[in-house]
């Protein structure tokens, strides 16, 4: 019963930044895996960044390594995601989401989701 509210999308040029943030309710967030996925327009929901609930150990796709940061505040039960030189390609609708246990780059692994915050790069 987490709730997570994801902020921070937008319009960018490619090669531009944005960074994205994810704020929990409750208690619990700091026992939590915290993972970013993607989904556009016509594909499945792809795995981004994953982050260990001590923030120690963090997991990327092989798409976005070099790019992109993930990292948490737990005492703000809040995970960020720094996207840098954006591209077209990552235009999608960004989704936090939360898991106990071991880090897992499948969505069907994470028990609570948020809404999504939309990112469109242009050309």
């Known amino acids: 019963q987490m709730q997570l509210v994801e902020s921070g999308g937008g319009l960018v040029q490619a090669g531009g930044s944005l960074r994205l943030s994810c704020a929990a309710s409750?208690?619990?967030?700091?026992?939590?895996?915290m993972g970013w996925f993607r989904q556009a327009p016509g594909k499945e929901r792809e795995f981004v960044a994953a982050?260990?609930?001590?923030?120690?150990?963090?997991y990327y796709a092989d798409f976005v390594k070099g790019r992109f940061t993930i990292s948490r505040d737990n005492a703000k039960n809040t995970v960020y995601l720094q996207m840098n030189i954006l591209k077209p390609e990552d235009t999608a609708v960004y989704y936090c989401?939360?898991?106990?246990?071991?880090?897992?780059?499948?969505?069907?692994?994470?028990?609570?989701w948020g809404q999504g915050t939309q990112v469109t790069v242009s050309s």
């Open positions: 409750g208690r619990t967030f700091s026992w939590l895996v």
């Open positions: 989401a939360a898991r106990g246990g071991a880090v897992d780059t499948s969505g069907a692994a994470y028990a609570y």
């Open positions: 982050i260990s609930g001590s923030g120690g150990s963090t």
